[in-house]
């Protein structure tokens, strides 16, 4: 090979490097870790509510990062996850991957809390305000950009078991702060361990929650506008909803006492 073909050469095999280390999320060729998988590690009866049944509270979380790297987050004494599986997000597209996790204790029960990596460590980002009463629990549905301002809010069933508030949270700064509330909702059965009994999706062209009543008996589909949740439909169930809601293309399935029922947006009614 001539001179110029060695420079050639060389010159591609620099484009494909650079494409990999951008692809990567790397600056100068320095990447940063990314959170590929977390666990819950220690299971504990310190707390002792099981809303999920046992044994699911835990005292400690673990990330494994692409780089092979592992990080545990231990809660103090009064507190544990009070949780299935942590929950891998992304507020943003190109924002990193976080850990949305539920943490209870004894003096001011659930709140949900944001952790990540920061400083080559896993640090708590953002946490919302506790419920404020010890064994009350909530529920996430999920976590999407629901107003389109590229954005995405965090969505929860507050007290699901107890009149159920569906409150919508923003990330900022430390916190997690309630930016919307509608009541009437329950996504969780007591003592049971499925927590898929609600959604965030596109919902007939728009990102929509979509959430069971209090009964269970209905799919209530709600969107975020201007601060606030608005109702824009009501899907009813042939029985009350025992089970798990899944997306499948532009319907759910969701598991009801007289087996799974396809729910799409032509069955749902205006309120």
């Given at each position: 090979?001539?001179?110029?073909?060695?420079?050639?050469?060389?010159?591609?095999?620099?484009?494909?490097l650079n494409v990999g280390v951008l692809a990567a999320g790397c600056v100068s060729g320095v990447c940063a870790e990314s959170i590929q998988t977390a666990a819950y590690r220690n299971p504990t009866e310190r707390y002792g509510h099981f809303a999920l049944g046992?044994?699911?509270?835990?005292?400690?979380?673990?990330?494994?990062?692409?780089?092979?790297?592992?990080?545990?987050?231990?809660?103090?004494?009064?507190?544990?996850?009070?949780?299935?599986?942590?929950?891998?997000?992304?507020?943003?597209?190109?924002?990193?991957?976080?850990?949305?996790?539920?943490?209870?204790?004894?003096?001011?029960?659930?709140?949900?809390?944001?952790l990540g990596l920061a400083n080559d460590r896993l640090r708590l980002l953002s946490q919302s305000q506790p419920i404020g009463t010890p064994m009350r629990w909530l529920n996430p549905v999920g976590v999407a950009d629901l107003d389109g301002d590229g954005v995405s809010e965090v969505a929860a069933v507050v007290t699901p078991h107890i009149g159920g508030l569906l409150t919508v949270y923003q990330k900022r700064g430390d916190d997690l702060v309630a930016l919307a509330k509608l009541p009437g909702f329950s996504n969780h059965r007591n003592g049971s361990s499925e927590l898929a009994m609600s959604a965030a999706l596109n919902w007939g062209g728009a990102m929509r929650l979509l959430?069971?009543?209090?009964?269970?008996?209905?799919?209530?589909?709600?969107?975020?506008?201007?601060?606030?949740?608005?109702?824009?439909?009501?899907?009813?169930?042939?029985?009350?909803m025992t089970g798990a809601m899944r997306v499948r293309g532009d319907h759910v399935l969701v598991q009801t006492g007289a087996g799974v029922q396809s729910v799409a947006p032509k069955d749902c009614s205006t309120p």
């Open positions: 090979m001539n001179v110029d073909g060695h420079i050639q050469a060389m010159t591609g095999f620099l484009k494909l046992r044994p699911h509270e835990y005292a400690a979380l673990v990330v494994q990062t692409d780089t092979g790297q592992r990080h545990t987050w231990a809660l103090a004494e009064g507190e544990v996850f009070e949780d299935l599986t942590p929950r891998l997000v992304r507020f943003s597209a190109r924002g990193p991957v976080e850990v949305l996790t539920i943490v209870s204790s004894r003096s001011a029960g659930a709140r949900l809390v944001v959430v069971p009543d209090t009964e269970r008996r209905v799919l209530r589909v709600i969107a975020l506008r201007d601060g606030a949740l608005t109702e824009q439909g009501r899907c009813a169930l042939r029985e009350p």
